[in-house]
Each structure stands twice: as C-alpha cells, then as structure tokens.
C-alpha cells in the first residue's frame, strides 16, 4: 500500500499531493503538531516535520518523508494512538466540566 493511501485512511487528516519523496499533511484543528511530532518520536520512533515555522501554515502541518512499508506503519499506527488519546482527553474534560447543582453530600 502506498504512504499517500495509508495516510488517507487516518480520521481527520488532510493529504496533500506531492510530486516529490515527501508528503505534506494537515492534522485536525484541534490537534497540535508539535505534541504530534514529540508523540511520534518518543513512542513510536518516527520523526516528521511540524511545519508551523513556515510561511502560510500553522502547527497542524506536517511534512512526511516516503518511506518503506514498515516505518509507514508505526507511522500510521502512532497518528491513530496520538488521536485516540486526544480523544480521550476532550472526553474526561467533558466529564470534569459537568457541573453539579444543590450540595452533593
């Protein structure tokens, strides 16, 4: 399967096509790329670019390099931990927000 194919199947990301050995994608607004990029590299070994120094672009840029079937794995399977986590996170903080009425005892 083809990087490009593989990245497209991930929720929330946007692919950008390239004519080159990188791919350039866009995460969920909500998403931080910089937490994405120190995600990826501390747990699952893959390092990315975060694009947010570039003219035009915000934090949720990322530059990928093409790279052989395994590493495009850990890639993909990281991108799905990260966003399961982020998901998780806006969970709880729904659950803490709910606020109580009357004196809880």
């Given at each position: 399967m083809l990087m490009a194919?593989?990245?497209a199947r991930v929720p929330g990301l946007t692919i950008f096509p390239s004519q080159g050995n990188f791919i350039l994608?866009?995460?969920p607004l909500d998403w931080d790329g910089a937490?994405?990029?120190d995600y990826l590299v501390s747990q699952h070994g893959v390092y990315?670019?975060?694009c947010g120094n570039k003219l035009g672009m915000t934090s949720q840029f990322l530059r990928l390099v093409v790279r052989p079937e395994p590493d495009v794995r850990r890639l993909v399977s990281?991108?799905?931990?990260f966003g399961q986590d982020r998901w998780t996170d806006r969970r709880e903080?729904?659950?803490v927000s709910v606020p109580t009425y009357g004196r809880v005892s």
């Open positions: 194919e593989a990245l994608v866009k995460a937490d994405l990029r990315v670019r975060e990281g991108i799905h931990h903080q729904r659950l």
